[in-house]
T-cell receptor
């Protein structure tokens, strides 16, 4: 299996631009998570999906952030407009089963720098 | 609510032991442990599900005290490959299914 695939691996953009991060979960996994990692705040859960449906988006910082999962094999995290404080590594992770019994498989992350 | 990890950082010589603690203010269903190398993604180590459960993984093991809402990760006879940042992730007993919240991490450095 190819694992969780994220793109782009690195993104440098200017403040005010739209940023779209992409994720392909492991085939057959029912759960998909978006995390953001910074030195100051650690690994923050932004949103997660179950069977393509958003279950909990309480971690999404502002209306500038949105996430979609149009099908079982693809999800996007969009930031519009981007700001320098959005600079972070964004991880997508997928999980096969419900709580307690399934580990998280992380993608390699998308490192975002907003100038 | 984010679990609390301690210590924040540990420096060991190869062969020494370490304990990393994770505590939560909420009742827990399970605790996950992950290790992250610099510039890489977190990698799963183990899940603990039941109060008092202990699991092992080579020379890395963990315990889970459900009543105290605490978990500890034990690294014995540490090797250079154990260096990295260790995260605990918790699933609350009464929170949304599958919501895993991570602690701030413990940075472990192993010196030859």
């Amino acid at each position: 299996d190819a694992g969780v695939i994220q793109s782009p691996r690195h993104e440098v953009t200017e403040m005010g631009q739209e940023v779209t991060l992409r994720c392909k979960p492991i085939s057959g996994h029912d759960y998909l998570f978006w995390y953001r990692q910074t030195m100051m705040r650690g690994l923050e859960l932004l949103i997660y999906f179950n069977n393509n449906v958003p279950i909990d988006d309480s971690g999404m910082p502002e209306d500038r952030f949105s996430a979609k999962m149009p099908n079982a094999s693809f999800s996007t995290l969009k930031i519009q407009p981007s700001e320098p404080r959005d600079s972070a590594v964004y991880f997508c992770a997928s999980r096969a089963r419900d709580r307690g019994t399934g580990e998280l498989f992380f993608g390699e992350g998308s490192r975002l720098t907003v100038l | 609510q984010q679990p609390v990890q301690s210590p924040q950082a540990v420096i060991l010589r190869e062969g020494e032991d370490a304990v990393i603690n994770c505590s939560s203010s909420k009742a827990l269903y399970s605790v996950h442990w992950y290790r992250q190398k610099h510039g890489e993604a977190p990698v799963f180590l183990m899940i603990l599900l039941k109060g008092g459960e202990q699991k092992g993984h080579e020379k890395i093991s963990a315990s889970f005290n459900e009543k105290k809402q605490q978990s500890s990760l034990y690294l014995t006879a540490s090797q250079l490959s154990y260096s990295g940042t260790y995260f605990c992730g918790t699933e609350g007993r009464y929170s949304s299914a599958s919501k895993i919240i991570f602690g701030s991490g413990t940075r472990l450095s192993i010196r030859p």
